[in-house]
Nanobody
């Protein structure tokens, strides 16, 4: 069992940065692949980024976040981060952290392949 708690969300102006954190606890936390998803109002939850258990492999969604967002992890702290730079109003969403016992190096995991989810943290970017 893995428990996930996100933090770091808030209200920022466009162009600013935020760093989200996801604290994981449980027996398998450090061995789990981790992902960030987001859900904007009226839209489906979508993949943002993921990282394998040792941080050596990552995936990002399309060009909308590449170069602006960075996923990382500190297994000594059982924490995964999402550094978000140059934020845009369209990044406004609830951001969710997720953990999985799976990892495929050829493609990012889909939502159904994650076994544990956090409660989400709100990110609001004003123009």
């Amino acid at each position: 069992q893995v428990q996930l708690v996100e933090s770091g969300g808030g209200l920022v102006q466009a162009g600013k940065s935020l760093r989200l954190s996801c604290a994981a606890s449980g027996r398998s936390a450090s061995n789990a692949a981790m992902g960030w998803f987001r859900q904007a109002p009226g839209q489906e939850r979508e993949f943002v980024a993921s990282i394998n258990y040792n941080g050596e492999e990552t995936f990002y969604t399309d060009d909308s976040v590449k170069g602006r967002f960075t996923i990382s992890r500190d297994n000594a702290k059982n924490t995964v981060y999402l550094q978000m730079n140059s934020l845009r109003p369209e990044d406004t969403a609830v951001y969710y952290c997720a953990a999985s016992r799976l990892w495929f190096g050829t493609r990012p995991l889909v939502q159904g392949e994650y076994h544990y989810w956090g409660q989400g943290t709100q990110v609001t970017v004003s123009s």
